[in-house]
């Protein structure tokens, strides 16, 4: 609810709005987006949770380096606990996805290794964040194919 213009007009913080329930939230805001109050109607208290899921990151290469290898490189988000790969012959990540997880949030390459020669796999990265032993993750990042041909 935007009441900036209302607010100009009169000069005072206008009292509970009568068409509000009971509990429910109002801000008021100016023209500015400076947060001018915060209040609940009847002074009913109540916790409210938000859960903020960490951000992600982007691969940046995928290429085959040596025989049934694969090197994967990635942007650096030094928010994160950690990161976890998936990587697959299907774009579409039903069957024989393969998985690795990397604990450090400094890490920006992963080798992987026994992959089928001739063939393409795909990879996608997402990060992670641990939070009193429970794990947040991002969503997961476009794919990027490698062809495997040594």
Same mark, same amino acid.
């Given at each position: ?58 691969? +940046? /290469?995928?290429?085959?380096? *040596?025989?049934?290898? !694969?090197?994967?490189?990635? #942007? =650096?988000?030094? &928010? @994160? ?21 990397? +604990? /450090?949030?400094?890490?920006? *390459?992963?080798?992987? !290794?026994?992959?089928?020669? #001739? =063939?393409?796999? &795909? @990879? ?22 490698? /062809?495997?041909?040594?």
């Amino acid at each position: 609810m935007y009441v900036g213009k209302f607010l100009k007009k009169i000069k005072k913080f206008p009292k509970p709005f009568d068409d509000l329930e009971d509990g429910a939230i109002y801000i008021v805001i100016d023209k500015q987006g400076v947060l001018l109050n915060l209040n609940l109607v009847n002074s009913m208290f109540k916790n409210i949770t938000v859960t903020v899921n960490p951000s992600g990151t982007s691969l +940046t /290469k995928c290429t085959n380096i *040596k025989k049934r290898k !694969a090197d994967i490189r990635w #942007k =650096k988000n030094s &928010y @994160v606990t950690g990161y976890e790969i998936q990587y697959c012959t299907s774009k579409t990540f039903k069957r024989g996805v393969k998985k690795k997880v990397i +604990t /450090k949030s400094s890490t920006t *390459k992963y080798t992987a !290794a026994g992959l089928a020669s #001739k =063939k393409t796999y &795909y @990879v996608r990265i997402r990060t992670y964040k641990t939070v009193s032993g429970k794990k947040y993750y991002s969503s997961w990042s476009r794919l990027k194919a490698v /062809k495997i041909t040594k």
